[in-house]
T-cell receptor, first 119, second 114 residues
Framework: AQKVTQAQTEISVVEKEDVTLDCVYETRDTTYYLFWYKQPPSGELVFLIRRNSFDEQNEISGRYSWNFQKSTSSFNFTITASQVVDSAVYFCALSEAQGYGGSQGNLIFGKGTKLSVKP | DGGITQSPKYLFRKEGQNVTLSCEQNLNHDAMYWYRQDPGQGLRLIYYSQIVNDFQKGDIAEGYSVSREKKESFPLTVTSAQKNPTAFYLC?????????????FGSGTRLTVV
């Protein structure tokens, strides 16, 4: 069955430290998409990145980078030189192309990782 | 600008009352979703609708009801049957069947039972 696991419930770091948020997923589909969302204290989920299952190339966007490894079913997110503004809850999510049981297109979320960056 | 509007931002309900949360989108999306968020629980799917006049139960539909009479609107009613309604509620929308698209989220409604 499809599942997304974010084993880290909370992480606390000091500003300028690097931090990696882990995401492990399970799916039967060969075509699927992975997402990361950020939820700041205001509450709205903000889209960060989307990857498809055929593209294992890592991606870097400023201080953010993502490491997608199909061999370990992981899609980890690293923040380099963290800042206080990075404090938020981060969600990893999975969307399946087939979507068994009528769930095609529905996002399956992990439980989120709360990141606190202290000055 | 296109987006999703949830209202109100904060809502207080007395025990035994029904209350309706509004969700409106002008993105021309077919699919809409309601999630409930509790501390440490992540996002749990309440109901979703992939087309007008049709909707399906999610993982925690008991005590909730929805309607989808218009493409733009997907209101959620929290009924008196919902025993623990205090939570943060998020509405989202997506292009139906577009598995690579992801969701656009509203800013949420925080419901408190008093």
């Amino acid at each position: 069955a499809q599942k997304v696991t974010q084993a880290q419930t909370e992480i606390s770091v000091v500003e300028k430290e690097d931090v990696t948020l882990d995401c492990v997923y399970e799916t039967r589909d060969t075509t699927y998409y992975l997402f990361w969302y950020k939820q700041p204290p205001s509450g709205e989920l903000v889209f960060l990145i989307r990857r498809n299952s055929f593209d294992e190339q890592n991606e870097i966007s400023g201080r953010y980078s993502w490491n997608f490894q199909k061999s370990t079913s992981s899609f980890n997110f690293t923040i380099t030189a963290s800042q206080v503004v990075d404090s938020a809850v981060y969600f990893c999510a999975l969307s399946e192309a087939q979507g068994y049981g009528g769930s095609q297109g529905n996002l399956i979320f992990g439980k989120g990782t709360k990141l606190s960056v202290k000055p | 600008d296109g987006g999703i509007t949830q209202s109100p931002k904060y809502l207080f309900r007395k025990e035994g009352q029904n209350v309706t949360l509004s969700c409106e989108q002008n993105l021309n999306h077919d699919a809409m979703y309601w999630y409930r968020q509790d501390p440490g629980q992540g996002l749990r799917l309440i109901y979703y609708s992939q087309i007008v006049n049709d909707f399906q139960k999610g993982d925690i539909a008991e005590g909730y009801s929805v309607s989808r009479e218009k493409k733009e609107s997907f209101p959620l009613t929290v009924t008196s049957a919902q025993k623990n309604p205090t939570a943060f509620y998020l509405c989202a929308s997506s292009i139906q069947g577009a598995t690579n698209y992801g969701y656009t989220f509203g800013s949420g409604t925080r419901l408190t039972v008093v």
